[in-house]
């Protein structure tokens, strides 16, 4: 026998001893995935967040509200002096653009969905990077995980030198490798087999120490949950791009066509008084149609661009909120992220598959059956429709093109239309032989727009449909309506949520009981729980049109009251349900509603109550009364959109000030400009740090269903 088979003989005998044979405590050998987060190509955007969570959890038990923690961690800004934005600025540490501009932006472009195509998709497959090299994976079902493994810190004392280490498949007939290194240093598994069959997925490891001693760890298993997201833009994470608009220290926009005369691009000049527009201000020095304006290109390089000519309208389009996707204003602040991440961070043996379709404006027909209207980038190729999220799922979920045929029938109606109508609709499905995995839980936000929440909206900050009209052209749809026209809607929605539950089972084989669907947060109150509006322009002022009605918001307020019961009736949990729901006994689905108690005090109004009135004021838009030389009450290029707030939905202002969405086709300056920026930019949605307080309560119900006693073995306490 020649010396190499020797050698690989005693090396086989002794791999199948320590396997098979000696035994170990689990604490001896300690492992975790390498990303474990697949939504992120790259270890470097995954690092980001469990540095800021370590940092937030601290020791002992989880906190209830880690995911708070973090996102504080994440989005304060870097700043000494945090009490307004100008003195943020002026007391800026090393990170403090960077914190200004929040943690997504710096993930925004290592993520596995393709925001740069048309349309916007997930690709089958995603080139993830780890600390060994690159690899190309299944985006949903993986072959194989990257692993780090080590001893024990107290299994090293006075342990010096290398140590060997071997592995093996625990798939029969697998490879046996293995490798030398200093017993100091973690070993990386670069391809650990992964199956959904358990007792073949995986690697055993042993590791044999200089003084002879061995330790090994037969199930070394990844376990690996799919998670989808699906609905509206309660979870899309609407009003938080994961890159805000950032805005000049002195140039101004004028929102009035008539002035786009080549000389007012060369410099400051006189802005005439406003004329024609049925515009007011209850601030006599202050013109409405003069505006903070996006920090541009051509202000970079110290130049003017002529505001007619299209390079303005080019480098003003270059320099909008950039998005996960646009069209939907889906970014990674949603909440349906950070329960993903979450799952991720805090056990370590835990791979997380994610894929949210979430949409701003989506409801059950149009947005999860059929497509729907985007967001933005209508005027790009393949971009006037948004595809429906279940047939965007179900192209990603199947291994073929293979189809089957379902239909349903759902009362379909136009926005503001009282005017009822039942469709068929037909849906083409993934057969079950064919779909490459089942999907562990959904989180899923729907029925708002159902019922019309937008148009509720505008009913309560606008007093008439016709100083707005223009605006309801734009979008070909009405823009404001009243309650009465709801109630038409909610008495279907049974019908239209029953549809969605047998499509979710019929078309992916989805249990209700692995549907998490969260229920509305409450936007109308104030620091001390009363109704919003007795400041009817607080957080309204981007334009003279919006302020707050008391008595509509009242009206509105009762009738979310009677949608949030009904949203537990049609779940089964709800009290005195009609009789003749469609659901019946309930969808079977998780309606969770235990975050709801966070917001009554902080609702679009509310202030800090330890400084209430300087709150106040800083909710104003940011303009230079009377042609001074600064702005007031500070400068919009100090703008901190993620910072934290006693608020945790979004004004008007402050939609302007971080969105900033503007229609497509239009003059840049029409003076409905702002108005469109404030109701269409994501007023009236929760905060980056509102959809982490969600993300906290919904992680809690998700834990129960993707925790598995005989698999989890959370190590982030280590």
Known sequence: MGRHSLAATVLVVTILAVFGHTPTQAQDLQWQVENPFRFFKSTRSFALHEAAYHAARGKGDVPRDVVWRTERRLNDPDCRDSSSPDRCAATAGKRYQQSRLGWAAQTLNDVCYDRNSRPRRYHPTCERVYSWGRAREDYVLPEAHTVTIWVAADKLEGVTGECTWMWRPRREGGKIETRKHACSNKLTIARVPYSRDASISGVSVAVTLPNGTQLSERDV?????????LGDSFASGESNPDRPVQFSPSREMVYDPTLLQDELAMGPQP??????FGLSSSNPQINPKVLPRRLMEDELAERFLRLSSPEFRAAFDR???????????RSQYGYPVRVGLQLALENRHRSVTF???????????NGLFLEMDPRQGFSEPNGRKVRAQLDQL???LCRGTSRQQTDYTLPMYGAGSTSVAVQRITMNWCPPGQRKRPIDVVFMSVGGNDVGFGGLVAYSMTESASDFAPIAAWIGSSIR????????YLNVLDERIKALKDALHQGFGIEPSRVLQTSYEPIQFDENGQLCGSQ??????????LQLNRGRLKETADFLG???GRLECISGRGRNCPGNLATGPGTGFKLVTDHIPEFTRRGMCARDPKRALADGIYMRVPRRPGGADEFRPYSPAATLPYARHWRLFRTPNDAFLTAHTHREGVSAFDILQPAYAGLYSGAIHPTAEAHAIVADHVVRHARGIVDKPHTARAIAAQ
Do not use: M, Y
């Open 221 to 229: 298993v990844v376990e690996d949950v799919f998670i989808v997201a």
């Open 271 to 276: 802005i005439p008084p406003v004329k024609g």
């Open 319 to 329: 320099a909008q909120a950039q998005w996960l996707s646009n069209d939907c204003h």
């Open 355 to 365: 894929a949210t379709f979430t949409c701003s404006g989506a409801e059950v027909a």
């Open 394 to 396: 179900t192209d990603l």
């Open 481 to 488: 309506f009243s309650p009465q026209v709801s109630r038409v």
């Open 536 to 545: 009817p322009r607080l957080g309204l002022d981007v334009h003279p049109g």
């Open 562 to 564: 009677e949608f949030l």
